[in-house]
């Protein structure tokens, strides 16, 4: 029996990045603003996020958020406004904090891990790969939110069933243990959550990397992906690209 009911797609904000960010060898004067999202499931055993958008507390201070967010890549800070704010969008779902009883992790970026210590009542599943590199990490992965000792960690090693049409996805490459999730509804069929196993759907098509540790692997993660929309007859929902939000259905309608 399913046991996801609904999936909802929170778009959480927009980063401001070079297209040579998202696909490699694009002009670098071509610059997307891509949305964020994170993903909340109702399920028969309660409610399950999978990331948790960019804490726009980060955001406050316009030169903190310069130094922190601007680089070679990303040209100007992220922009969260209010009807983008994660915790604001459970509250008109009617979603208490503490009803989130589980967290998926698809990896350690702050713009997926912002909201983690938002939920107490949460057990948060990641890969042991993605922990442990987040953890000897001093640079873009060691947010306050992510080294916080009163999180609660589900550390799984590979792929792993988390509940009967909720599976994860071992999909590194974008990062050490990034994982991505495949879950299957009962009307709308399977949705692949890809996390950044790559940012466009056009890294899909085109079978393109981006941003990557580990080149092989990244694209294995794309074609591993692609194989499993095949097989499901699934749809590949990509958590970065411009269009895709433009079409989906955004909280808060939702797949069911
Ligand atoms: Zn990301």
């Known amino acids: 029996m399913t046991e996801v009911r609904k999936l909802y797609i929170l778009l959480a904000g927009y ?6 960010g998202c696909i490699r060898n694009e002009q670098r004067n071509i610059v997307l603003a891509v949305p964020i999202c994170c993903y909340l499931m109702e399920t028969s ?6 990331d948790t958008g960019l804490d726009s507390r980060n955001l406050a201070d316009v030169h903190a958020a310069r130094a922190q967010f601007v680089d070679d890549t ?23 904090p503490s009803e989130i009883t589980e967290i998926v992790l698809s ?14 009542n949460a057990r948060i599943t990641v890969q042991k790969l993605e922990l442990e590199a987040a953890m000897a990490d001093t ?9 916080n000792p009163a999180l609660k960690w589900n550390v799984v090693d590979g792929d792993t069933t988390l509940m009967d049409g909720l599976d994860l996805v071992l999909t590194r490459g974008h990062q050490p243990g990034h994982q991505s999730a495949v879950i299957r509804l009962p009307n709308s069929g399977v949705k692949i959550l890809t996390g950044d196993v790559a940012d466009l759907l056009e890294n899909f098509d ?15 993660s794309i074609r591993r992906l692609k194989a499993i929309a095949a097989d499901t007859g699934g749809e590949i929902v990509p958590l970065h690209d411009p269009g895709f939000v433009q079409t989906a259905r955004l909280s808060p309608l939702f797949y069911d």
Request: aromatic share 8%; glycine share 10%; no cysteine.
């Open 139 to 147: 640079g873009r992965m060691n947010f306050s939110e992510y080294a």
């Open 45 to 50: 055993r309660g409610y399950v996020m999978f």
């Open 107 to 120: 990896h350690a970026h702050g713009d997926h891990t912002g909201h983690l210590g938002d939920f107490p």
């Open 206 to 220: 085109r079978e393109v990397l981006g941003s990557s540790m580990d080149d092989a692997a990244a694209l294995a």
């Open 15 to 20: 980063e401001i990045i070079r297209k040579s």
């Open 74 to 96: 990303f040209p100007a800070a992220p922009v969260v406004l209010p009807e983008h704010e994660v915790m604001g969008q459970l509250a008109v779902l009617g979603i208490a």
